[in-house]
């Protein structure tokens, strides 16, 4: 069955930076776009990256332009999402989430993980 | 940007009542639709895609309908286990969520 593990979350000041992984199995990895989406506590939902199935493309959120960088080591089944310049308002519930198209990226999420708290705080 | 915005906030219903949640977009978006259900404490699930099309395992009494800017979920009859907070999301160029209807038993 497809699984994603998040790894990698936890307090950190403002200004330092934190890198997420996101480990996967049950489904050919290397054939599927893969996103991060977080949840604010006691919020809604927000779309922050997305790296293609080869890791070549890659698109961000305004919110994290600049900051964060998304990538994939397909040999590993594992994606990543290196975070610097850390904000009070990243504090959030980190998930990622597999792309439903293969190879095409459909933009819409049929698994997710079980997400990676972050919390940005002095 | 296109704004993706939902109605109602919340509701309060009863088991078996017909159960509607309604999600405009700011511009059109044809049929790029999902919705997703997250219960309390769990990680969102994948309801609706397509605007109309629905996911594998889905109970049939979900449904979702519409295309350009309005769309609709609709729970034909209401249960106990349907209680959570239900989101849309535009599907095409940058995915955007809806706020959210929480949806809760009367």
């Known amino acids: 069955q497809v699984q994603l593990v998040e790894s990698g979350g936890g307090v950190v000041q403002p200004g330092r930076s934190l890198r997420l992984s996101c480990a996967a199995s049950?489904?050919?990895?290397?054939?599927?776009?893969v996103h991060w989406v977080r949840q604010a506590p006691g919020k809604g939902l927000e779309w922050v990256a997305v790296?293609?199935?080869?890791?070549?493309?890659?698109y961000y959120a305004d919110s994290v332009k600049g900051r964060f960088t998304v990538s994939r080591d397909n040999s590993k089944n594992t994606l990543f999402l290196e975070m610097n310049s850390l904000r009070a308002e990243d504090t959030a519930v980190y998930y990622c989430a597999k792309d439903f198209g293969t190879i095409v990226v459909l933009m819409f999420f049929d698994y997710w993980g079980q997400g990676t708290l972050v919390t940005v705080s002095s | 940007d296109i704004q993706m915005t939902q109605s109602p906030s919340s509701l309060s219903a009863s088991v078996g009542d017909r159960v509607t949640i309604t999600c405009r977009a700011s511009q059109g978006i044809r049929n790029h639709l999902a919705w997703y259900q997250q219960k309390p404490g769990k990680v969102p699930n994948l309801l609706i895609y397509g605007a109309s099309t629905l996911q594998s395992g889905v109970p049939s009494r979900f449904s979702g309908s519409g295309s350009g800017t309005d769309f609709t979920l609709t729970i034909s009859s209401l249960q106990p286990e349907d209680v959570a907070t239900y989101y849309c999301?535009?599907?095409?160029?940058?995915?955007?969520f809806g706020g959210g209807t929480k949806v809760e038993i009367k």
């Open positions: 049950g489904f050919t990895f290397g054939s599927y776009a």
């Open positions: 790296v293609s199935h080869d890791g070549k493309n890659k």
């Open positions: 999301q535009r599907s095409n160029s940058v995915p955007t």
